[in-house]
């Protein structure tokens, strides 16, 4: 890590962000410091409201919609950007100061091609011509280890997978050589042999190019790797702030204390009948998108029971989502069929009958998109019940009230309340309580913790967990996060490449002797040692270079 440059770039004293909301304002982030030198990393952890986001883009001198800075200095590279023009701000953004979102599919514009929106920053400022951009781009992208550098530009988002599109965008941040990086939880959403290349990446390029970088993320193990220092927030408040190595050895506070406990949730143990009838059943399925012939599930057969959550995991990329757009029928498969309670399902859902469509349901990743921000909570868990249940009236407003209460969120609170008014772990909440109110027997969890800081997501993986208890739920369970297969899962199916290379109960599947893909998964995930990465990545390339199916 580069702790020994010492040329201040970034010295931030007293920050105060507020928020309007409720006919009123109310503050964000109070009083917060921090400094930051050149080729050094920050660290900003902390649980969801914290804060992060909003200093990360104080730090560039603006503030969110409906937000403002209401007090402090932000200084950078001795231009005071609390009163710095609109103007000053613009020559800065993008060419000194870049940024790089969570969501990297909501930050490209689906409508122009990879190396145009790398191109377009570049152009802007003066900083090259276009073919001067395009031939730094592939540099990059070679740099960054994307497959096909020459020509992966040339495609539109939506034709590259989401760890290669989230490298795209952390090529697209070094286009001008900024001198401050912003990266706001840039692996969350990515498997663990990506997010290794794609944090790699990132150490990289910071140490190259001597580059500051603010590293905001949710996930301990992670920010070991990345920081040389880091300050723990709550509530807009800083906590504390250390060197790294003292930070993860000696914390001081007992809030820091226990971000470092979490992940200690383990499912209660099931009673699962393997002589049982399975309640889905995937028999040699195969299926191709529409209009192309490559396939992107190859013979896919295995089988869930009542009461059992199988996790189904694999890089971005290896048919997880796909497989379960044909189990719901969103993509009729190109062979093989679905049993469910041992009937054949019609591969379309709009031939599937209404007590088919009820008894199969899904949690969505990204709740901000899953759920409509323009209805109500009332609504949005509301009309299930009257499709799929006919309810009204009386009968609806009693079982609302009971699904709120069921997923632990006061009914007279927020029943009333639009999307927007709710953090991401209520808003994941209510797509859990919109699921149970189909009276479903099986419900596809796809991703559902990757978003949410570790405090939040573990108390989602035990909501999930009583509610199976209680109503005799099947799961499956699609993730890239290991640590969630070890809380969640009673057995595992590991896909590569639209195959499935292992299965099995988790305890045989995550025991030596490993499939060799297997143990690729295991040993990329990030431990709680600041020397982790290095190590591993050393290794590696001894053995003949990094790999992933991304590539």
Same mark, same amino acid.
């Given at each position: 890590?580069?702790?020994?440059?010492?040329?201040?770039?970034?010295?931030?004293?007293?920050?105060?962000?507020?928020?309007?909301?409720?006919?009123?304002?109310?503050?964000?982030?109070?009083?917060? *410091?921090?400094?930051?030198?050149?080729? +050094?990393?920050?660290?900003?952890?902390? =649980?969801?409201? @914290?804060?992060?986001?909003?200093?990360? $883009?104080?730090?560039?001198?603006?503030?969110?919609?409906?937000?403002?800075?209401?007090?402090? !200095? $932000?200084?950078?590279?001795?231009?005071?950007?609390?009163?710095?023009?609109?103007?000053?701000?613009?020559?800065?953004?993008?060419? #000194?100061?870049?940024?790089?979102?969570? !969501?990297?599919?909501?930050?490209?514009?689906?409508?122009?091609?990879?190396?145009?929106?790398?191109? =377009?920053?570049?152009?802007?400022?003066?900083?090259?011509? #276009?073919?001067?951009?395009?031939?730094?781009?592939?540099?990059?992208?070679?740099?960054?280890?994307?497959?096909?550098?020459?020509?992966?530009?040339?495609?539109?988002?939506?034709?590259?997978?989401?760890?290669?599109?989230?490298?795209?965008?952390?090529?697209?941040?070094?286009?001008?050589?900024?001198?401050?990086?912003?990266?706001?939880?840039?692996?969350?959403?990515?498997?663990?042999?990506?997010?290794?290349?794609?944090?790699?990446?990132?150490?990289?390029?910071?140490?190259?190019? /001597?580059?500051?970088?603010?590293?905001?993320?949710?996930?301990?193990?992670?920010?070991?790797?990345?920081?040389?220092?880091?300050?723990?927030?709550?509530?807009?408040?800083?906590?504390?702030?250390?060197?790294? #190595?003292?930070?993860?050895?000696?914390?001081?506070? *007992?809030?820091?204390?226990?971000?470092?406990?979490?992940?200690?949730?383990?499912?209660?143990?099931?009673?699962?009948?393997?002589?049982?009838?399975?309640?889905?059943?995937?028999?040699?399925?195969?299926?191709?998108?529409?209009?192309?012939?490559? =396939?992107?599930?190859?013979?896919?057969?295995? +089988?869930?029971?009542?009461?059992?959550?199988?996790?189904?995991?694999?890089?971005?990329?290896?048919?997880?989502?796909?497989?379960?757009?044909?189990?719901?029928?969103?993509?009729?498969?190109?062979?093989?069929?679905?049993?469910? +309670?041992?009937?054949?399902?019609?591969?379309?859902?709009?031939?599937?009958?209404?007590?088919?469509?009820?008894?199969?349901?899904?949690?969505?990743?990204?709740?901000?998109?899953?759920? /409509?921000?323009?209805?109500?909570?009332?609504?949005?868990?509301?009309?299930?019940?009257?499709?799929?249940?006919?309810?009204?009236?009386?009968?609806?407003?009693?079982?609302? #009230?009971?699904?709120?209460?069921?997923?632990?969120?006061?009914?007279?609170?927020?029943?009333?309340?639009?999307?927007?008014?709710?953090?991401?772990?209520?808003?994941?909440? $209510?797509?859990?309580?919109?699921?149970?109110?189909?009276?479903?027997?099986?419900?596809?969890?796809? +991703?559902?913790?990757? @978003?949410?800081?570790?405090?939040?997501? =573990?108390?989602?993986?035990?909501?999930?967990?009583?509610?199976?208890?209680?109503?005799?739920?099947?799961?499956?369970?699609?993730?890239?996060?290991?640590?969630?297969? /070890?809380?969640?899962?009673?057995?595992?199916?590991?896909?590569?490449?639209?195959?499935?290379?292992?299965?099995?109960?988790?305890?045989?599947?995550?025991?030596?002797?490993?499939?060799?893909?297997?143990?690729?998964?295991?040993?990329?995930?990030?431990?709680?040692?600041?020397?982790?990465?290095?190590?591993? $990545?050393?290794?590696?390339?001894?053995?003949?270079?990094?790999?992933?199916?991304?590539?």
């Amino acid at each position: 890590m580069n702790s020994d440059h010492n040329e201040l770039l970034l010295e931030v004293k007293g920050l105060s962000v507020e928020g309007f909301s409720e006919d009123k304002w109310h503050q964000i982030v109070n009083g917060v *410091d921090f400094c930051l030198n050149r080729g +050094e990393i920050l660290g900003l952890i902390g =649980e969801s409201g @914290a804060g992060k986001s909003t200093i990360g $883009i104080a730090a560039m001198g603006f503030a969110k919609p409906g937000c403002r800075i209401n007090g402090g !200095s $932000i200084q950078f590279d001795g231009l005071e950007l609390t009163t710095a023009t609109a103007e000053e701000k613009r020559r800065l953004r993008g060419a #000194r100061i870049a940024y790089v979102a969570q !969501s990297a599919a909501a930050s490209f514009n689906p409508a122009h091609k990879l190396i145009d929106q790398f191109s =377009e920053t570049v152009i802007q400022h003066g900083l090259g011509s #276009r073919d001067q951009a395009y031939a730094d781009a592939k540099e990059l992208y070679s740099k960054i280890r994307m497959p096909n550098p020459d020509t992966i530009g040339f495609r539109y988002p939506h034709q590259v997978s989401g760890g290669q599109l989230q490298r795209a965008m952390t090529a697209m941040a070094l286009a001008c050589r900024p001198d401050l990086i912003i990266f706001d939880e840039p692996t969350t959403a990515l498997d663990v042999t990506t997010q290794i290349e794609v944090l790699s990446t990132i150490k990289d390029i910071v140490e190259q190019f /001597n580059t500051a970088a603010i590293y905001i993320t949710h996930d301990l193990a992670v920010v070991a790797q990345m920081a040389d220092k880091i300050k723990v927030l709550r509530y807009g408040e800083s906590v504390e702030e250390s060197e790294t #190595r003292s930070m993860l050895s000696d914390p001081q506070k *007992d809030y820091t204390k226990s971000l470092w406990a979490v992940r200690s949730f383990r499912k209660t143990e099931q009673n699962v009948d393997a002589s049982s009838l399975p309640l889905l059943k995937v028999q040699n399925v195969t299926a191709i998108y529409p209009g192309t012939s490559k =396939e992107v599930l190859t013979d896919i057969e295995f +089988e869930i029971r009542p009461n059992e959550t199988v996790a189904v995991v694999g890089e971005s990329g290896s048919g997880k989502s796909t497989l379960a757009r044909v189990i719901t029928g969103l993509l009729p498969p190109r062979q093989g069929q679905i049993l469910f +309670e041992d009937q054949s399902l019609p591969s379309d859902y709009r031939s599937r009958s209404p007590g088919q469509l009820q008894k199969i349901q899904m949690i969505y990743q990204m709740a901000d998109t899953a759920i /409509n921000p323009h209805h109500k909570i009332r609504d949005i868990v509301g009309r299930p019940l009257t499709f799929y249940l006919g309810l009204e009236g009386q009968a609806k407003q009693k079982r609302l #009230r009971k699904l709120m209460e069921m997923i632990e969120m006061d009914p007279d609170q927020y029943l009333d309340r639009l999307p927007g008014e709710l953090s991401g772990g209520q808003k994941q909440r $209510i797509c859990i309580a919109r699921a149970l109110a189909a009276d479903p027997s099986f419900i596809i969890c796809d +991703e559902v913790t990757s @978003a949410l800081d570790q405090l939040v997501a =573990e108390g989602i993986l035990r909501l999930l967990d009583r509610l199976q208890q209680e109503f005799n739920l099947a799961y499956m369970f699609i993730t890239h996060d290991l640590a969630t297969v /070890n809380a969640i899962a009673d057995r595992v199916v590991v896909m590569l490449q639209g195959k499935i290379v292992d299965q099995g109960p988790k305890n045989e599947v995550f025991q030596p002797p490993y499939h060799e893909y297997t143990e690729l998964l295991l040993s990329s995930v990030p431990e709680m040692d600041p020397d982790w990465m290095d190590r591993v $990545i050393a290794e590696r390339l001894a053995k003949g270079g990094l790999k992933s199916a991304d590539n």
